[in-house]
């Protein structure tokens, strides 16, 4: 047999992919464990989709190794046991919407009942409707039921919700939902941070292509149960050193990227007082000041300097 239950559905060691002279994937580890979503998160251009590419089997990696239901993600064994929905929906163009999804369950043994999907995924209206013809958003959950409807045991999910309307996205987290309870596992990628918040058990953060930081979505935002943070935004390059001095010892301030201030730490309404004393000293009208939890976004910016979405 190829796998043993209790292995990993993906378990990604070292991995490395160069595309010429661009190193798209440096080194990465990962482990989606069996019934879990893991939601690899990053910007534009850090590795992602080439990552789960390796894995679904379409990209020969330079380095390192991959495993995906304990085989090699070329076996040709994977193919009924594995969804994948790539970027971009991926359909062919003059198929309709109903004829393409049964097209995909005839090649599955235990197919789920198409016309039940398109119910589920809000498709029934268009079955009829040539694939070209299809709303982007259409495309992509047409594509996401072609993923699902072989019952698969792993599902790839390349940016499932992009350029869905807030509705459709709502759906299709549900069914990631339903998914995991099942005990399916799902490997998806996004660059919204509510997203993996909402979907995932795990979280690995790439940029560059390489992991930034892993854990759980809780792990992630709050390293210190205490631990909030201060934002706001002022006038770039403030000098720091008197608010410091003036806060309790353990906070942490900083200017995270040009204009967008962080205090870090306990947080309470002395806090807030003392920062904005500080800019009324300094005749700076703080915008935007907000007191919350760390977010993924704000893990993201002090790991890298950036915005996510810039
Ligand atoms: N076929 C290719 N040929 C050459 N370079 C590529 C190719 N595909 C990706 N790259 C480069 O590899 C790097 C990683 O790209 P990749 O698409 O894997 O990132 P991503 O995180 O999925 O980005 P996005 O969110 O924009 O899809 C980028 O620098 C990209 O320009």
Redesign the pocket.
Known sequence: MSSRPRQPAVEVSGLV?K??S?V??DGLDLVVERGSVLALL????????????VCEGFRRADGGSVRVLGSDPRSPDLRARVGVMP?GGGGYPGVRADEMLRLVAACAARPLDPAWLLDVLGLSGVGRTPYKRLSGGQQQRLSLACALVGRPELVFL??PTAGMDPQARRLVWELVGALRSDGVSVLL?T?LMDEAEALADAVVI?DG?RVVAAGTPAELTSPHADDQQLRFRARPGLDLSLLTGALPEGLRVREASRGTYLVQGRIDPQVVSTVTSWCAQQGVLAEELTVARRSLEDVFLDLTGRELRS
Request: charged share 20%; net charge negative.
């Open positions: 992919k595309y010429g661009v798209a994937v990053g910007p534009n251009g850090a590795g992602k989709t080439t990552t789960v590419e970027q390349d940016e990628t660059h790439m292509g």
